[in-house]
């Protein structure tokens, strides 16, 4: 195909260009041995409680106007009735996988097997679980993975109710991107806070095209 | 404002746009205002990192080694992204860049497409390219709706419409929404934006993409927002395009960890921003099934040529520097006539122009500092600045044209003058009587002539003292006390 060609010759020509610039090629060894010598003096581990970890999450996400509970696994069930019902959802979407005992009772939830975008924007709302959740930006994280789902899923309903389980649940950044290294490949989506805009005179504005409210339930 | 592309190639010169620019009240409060807010925000999140000068220089050691490693990390990037189903094509140019897109989104079958926000695509000015082949695109991040609506341009890198207060942006969604009663709150506004926008997000089937990172070590792509419209744009369409500079790959997914702290709170004064997505390849069970990545030089790699200029490229495209520059507060983003404006603008734009043209901009600032200061990747903009100053004169001056050069004749004159005390003293005595028509009674200038009316476009200048120093004291010295 013609394209191919351009594009051949334009990857030759850039690729000789960098090396003209930079007055050599670069190896596959020198960029390793040079990449880990950069000076990471930065916190990568947690400095803080595990109660105080946790404490700054609910914190940061509350920050957000996300709303946080902390219960045991026994009652996430009953607690994820009563946000439900506080945000006056009734048709939920759900990923498969997504643990049963969770599920609250007197609400339809309909498993997501492909449904098409219009679909999902006739829901109410989601739940989903989460790979991990991070402390100090008040972050949760989602992959494609059984319990989370594609990522349309999350975006598309108005609403979100995430499970995070306590022991997914890091203090800072460096510690979140060591965990989810061995699964870098899989669709990941960074959550903080519900979707929000600053672009009308810097004014926070919740809710533009994602959803509009959060809510984390954080499971003991 | 007309809808006319900022173009550094057709762009008036700063100080003339700046003018201009400076005169509208409106536009100077607007764009106060969002600074202002902006970095309040900022100082205060990065203020609780008690490791920020440490993320700042692991950033900037990130980038830097990225640069003298780019055709690995390319290579690598394009070996992975390929191998997950991704198609990775190469651009010299804009113009190839805009034919690729245009062609691909042909291919597609689509004949409109949705937009994430893109510095990336604003610079090679893609919609027009799109329009012009019969593509409508969608802009889908609320400034960057403002701006196509409005038919205005982008002032800002994160926040392209803050020139624009809520009433001026109500009367545009009025007038193009079709909305006559729409209110003027910022959340009415958002929410028109959401109905108009979700009915193009569950219909078009390409979706058009910058990027923030390309991770080498997996091939996969990473973008940073805050509405959800990225992702939207990322997951529901069938095709996805995505324009990348080749300046935007990282070595590996851990860098991440880096540069993820150091962007949200740089960019909007956030610890995060809502949603950053990270995603390789394709997926047929998660989002489109076609995807391709543009790789574009665009005389990014004059910029890799230049080894104290090379630091431009460490840019993430965070704006810090836009709203500490006490230029761009004044002026905005229009007058810097280039889709990058302020501090990063003033160094990227010319050399992105391979010098040729925005020649104005390296001296469009104080060279106080504040964007060193709070640049996360520690690009030391002043020195680029003076560096580039450097080259522009040497242009200027370089052959036959410089001996026609007032300015360089000037500077010449000066250094003859200022090597000779006789002539030092003749040039005084000579500027004492040369001046005196134009002294004021008040014992100030006015008004100067040629391009010494630079000066007195915007200050008085005093007069010069009847005595100097040195006739005072050897007048003194005679006299004996």
């Not at chain 2, 100053?389 to 200027?396: A, D, S, T």
Request: hydrophobic content about 40%; overall charge neutral; proline content about 4%.
């Amino acid at each position: 195909m013609a394209t191919d060609m351009v594009t051949n010759s334009a990857r030759a020509e850039v690729l000789r260009r960098i090396r003209a610039a930079k007055g050599g090629v670069a190896t596959a060894e020198a960029a390793r041995a040079e990449w880990s010598a950069i000076e990471r003096r930065y916190r990568r581990e947690a400095t803080r409680s595990r109660e105080a970890v946790l404490e700054l999450l609910e914190d940061r996400l509350r920050d957000y106007d996300a709303r946080v509970v902390c219960v045991r696994d026994a009652e996430v069930a009953a607690s994820a009735a009563g946000m439900l019902g506080d945000r006056k959802v009734r048709r939920m979407v759900m990923p498969a996988g997504l643990t049963a005992e969770w599920l609250p009772a007197g609400f339809e939830f309909v498993v997501d097997e492909g449904l098409a975008a219009a679909e999902l924007d006739r829901v109410d709302g989601v739940m989903t679980g989460a790979t991990l959740a991070i402390a100090e930006t008040g972050t949760v994280v989602l992959q494609n993975v059984a319990g989370q789902g594609r990522r349309a899923v999350t975006l598309v309903p108005d609403y979100h109710l995430c499970v995070v389980r306590v022991e997914d649940v890091v203090e800072t950044v460096p510690e979140a991107i060591h965990r989810l290294q061995a699964t870098a490949g899989l669709a990941t989506t960074f959550v903080s806070g519900p979707s929000a805009t600053a672009d009308i005179e810097m004014t926070r504005i919740k809710g533009v095209h994602g959803p509009r409210s959060l809510d984390v339930i954080l499971v003991d | 404002m007309s809808g006319v592309a900022l173009d550094p190639k057709t762009a008036p010169p700063f100080p003339m746009a700046a003018k201009t620019a400076l005169g509208d009240t409106q536009l100077r409060k607007n764009v106060r205002h969002a600074t202002d807010v902006i970095q309040a925000k900022r100082a205060r999140v990065v203020g609780e990192m008690p490791d920020w000068q440490e993320l700042r220089e692991a950033g900037k050691q990130i980038r830097q080694h990225t640069m003298e490693n780019l055709d690995f990390y390319l290579e690598e990037f394009e070996a992975n992204c390929t191998r997950a189903g991704g198609v990775v094509h190469w651009a010299r140019d804009a113009e190839e860049a805009r034919r690729i897109v245009v062609a691909l989104v042909k291919a597609s079958g689509s004949d409109e497409v949705i937009k994430i926000k893109s510095m990336t695509t604003e610079e090679i000015q893609l919609n027009s390219a799109l329009e012009a082949a019969g593509i409508h695109p969608f802009e889908t991040d609320l400034a960057e709706l403002i701006i196509q609506l409005g038919e205005d341009r982008p002032s800002h890198i994160v926040v392209p419409a803050l020139h624009k207060n809520r009433h001026e942006i109500r009367e545009i969604f009025r007038r193009e929404m079709n909305l006559p009663e729409l209110g003027d709150q910022p959340q009415d506004l958002a929410d028109a934006a959401r109905v108009f926008l979700r009915e193009k997000f569950l219909r078009v089937k390409t979706g058009v993409s910058g990027a923030n990172f390309l991770i080498a070590e997996t091939g996969g792509l990473c973008i940073v927002e805050s509405e959800g419209n990225g992702r939207m744009c990322l997951t529901l369409p069938e095709t996805l395009i995505t324009v990348a500079g080749i300046d935007k790959v990282i070595p590996r997914f851990q860098d991440l960890e880096v540069l993820l702290q150091l962007l949200p709170r740089s960019a909007t004064g956030e610890r995060m921003n809502p949603y950053n997505s990270v995603w390789t390849g394709v997926n047929a069970a998660d989002g489109p099934r076609v995807f391709h990545v543009v790789l574009m030089d665009n005389a990014r790699t004059e910029i890799l040529a230049d080894e104290e200029a090379r630091q431009t490229l460490n840019c993430i495209r965070c704006a810090a520097c836009q709203n500490a520059c006490p230029v761009y507060r004044q002026t905005g983003g229009h007058a810097y006539g280039s889709v990058y404006a302020g501090p990063i603008g003033a160094i990227l734009t010319p050399q992105l122009q391979e010098m040729h043209h925005a020649q104005s901009l390296p001296y469009a600032s104080s060279l106080c500092g504040a964007c060193y200061e709070v640049c996360p990747v520690k690009i030391n903009i002043p020195e680029v600045l003076i560096h580039l100053r450097n080259k522009v004169v040497q242009q200027n001056t370089a052959g036959v044209a410089g001996f026609f050069d007032v300015e360089a004749g000037a500077m010449k004159a000066m250094a003859m003058i200022f090597r000779s005390e006789r002539r030092f003293r003749a040039a005084q005595r000579l500027g004492r009587v040369a001046e005196s028509p134009l002294v004021r009674k008040d014992g100030w200038i006015g008004w100067l002539p040629g391009m010494l009316g630079g000066w007195t476009q915007v200050r008085d200048l005093q007069e010069m003292p009847k005595e100097t120093f040195r006739d005072w004291w050897e007048k003194r010295g005679r006299n004996g006390n």
